[in-house]
């Protein structure tokens, strides 16, 4: 999919991080982006950022199926052929080891990773298939091959994300459709803002002597993916900082 080759791209978790810096690389290029988050105010600063194509708001939770359809129904009508999917909405709760950590924590990571991911694919294939040239852009991670400690459902929903991504492709076999996974290492968003419950200072302590990856990083793998010819799929790509060679064994780097 290049700029020449216009239409609908939907980026779910497109409020914050890898899916608001997508949002807008995408629509700079022209392409008409639905945008999906739970905050409403978010992504009606992205409209204001459309460039020169536009962003539409879908304020819905991945984890409702009925709210999101809503939301989807609201504009997809409108819009030109659906050729793209950022399955991109996600986060991780806690830190403990498993013997510490609240079910509720798994509960939301699992319905979110796992049933959020599931709930956009099923709306939206049908679309991707119809369009000729639809292509999913799964974000994993690269907990689900590396594991580290307190790790353990987070990394376990995103082996799901990865593994699913293999299964669409024998699946969508002769549609066109192309799937691509993309796991990224440690990258400086919201991301352990939530899996601290808006502890900022331990977030940004986890970064102490490290650099990070951006959310321009994984935005620029998620359009290059996207514009590669009709004939490539690539199947994963994996980035990790530079200091960060293994799982969460970091290079920390102090003065
Ligand atoms: N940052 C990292 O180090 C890292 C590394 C590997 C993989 N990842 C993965 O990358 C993806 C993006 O994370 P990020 O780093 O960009 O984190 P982020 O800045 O916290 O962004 C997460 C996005 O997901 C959305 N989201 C969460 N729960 C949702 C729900 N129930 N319904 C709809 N949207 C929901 C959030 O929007 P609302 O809160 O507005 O709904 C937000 O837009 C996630 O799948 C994450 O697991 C991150």
Redesign the pocket.
């Known amino acids: 999919m290049s700029s020449q080759e216009l239409g609908t791209v939907v980026v779910?978790?497109?409020?914050?991080?890898?899916?608001?810096c997508t949002t807008l690389r995408l629509a700079e290029q022209g392409h008409t982006v639905l945008a999906?988050?739970?905050?409403a105010d978010?992504l009606a600063e992205l409209v204001e950022q459309s460039g020169a194509g536009q962003v539409l708001p879908a304020v819905?939770?991945?984890?409702d199926l009925e709210a999101l359809q809503n939301a989807l129904d609201k504009h997809l009508p409108h819009c030109p052929p659906v050729v793209g999917l950022v399955n991109?909405?996600?986060?991780?709760r806690g830190f403990g080891p498993m013997h510490s950590a609240k079910v509720d924590d798994w509960r939301q990571m699992v319905?979110?990773?796992v049933g959020?991911l599931l709930h956009t694919t099923a709306l939206l294939l049908p679309r991707l298939i119809a369009s000729g040239r639809g292509h999913i852009v799964n974000?994993?991670?690269?907990?689900a091959s590396y594991p580290y400690t307190g790790g353990n459902v987070?990394a376990a929903t995103?082996a799901f994300v990865h593994q699913l991504s293999l299964s669409m492709r024998t699946d969508l076999e002769g549609t066109g459709v192309r799937v691509s996974c993309i796991?990224?290492?440690?990258?400086?968003?919201?991301?352990?803002?939530?899996r601290y419950e808006g502890d900022q200072d331990r977030a940004d302590h986890l970064y102490d002597g490290v650099s990070?990856?951006s959310?321009e990083d994984?935005a620029a793998a998620v359009l290059w993916c996207l514009s590669r010819p009709p004939h490539v799929n690539v199947n994963l790509i994996e980035i990790m900082p530079t200091d960060q060679p293994f799982g969460l064994g970091l290079t920390r780097r102090h003065a």
């Open positions: 779910s978790g497109a409020s914050s991080g890898f899916g608001r999906v988050a739970r905050r978010r819905a939770d991945v984890r991109n909405a996600g986060l991780s319905d979110t990773n959020g974000i994993g991670s690269i907990a987070y995103k796991a990224p290492g440690m990258a400086r968003t919201e991301f352990a803002l939530v990070p990856l959310a994984i």
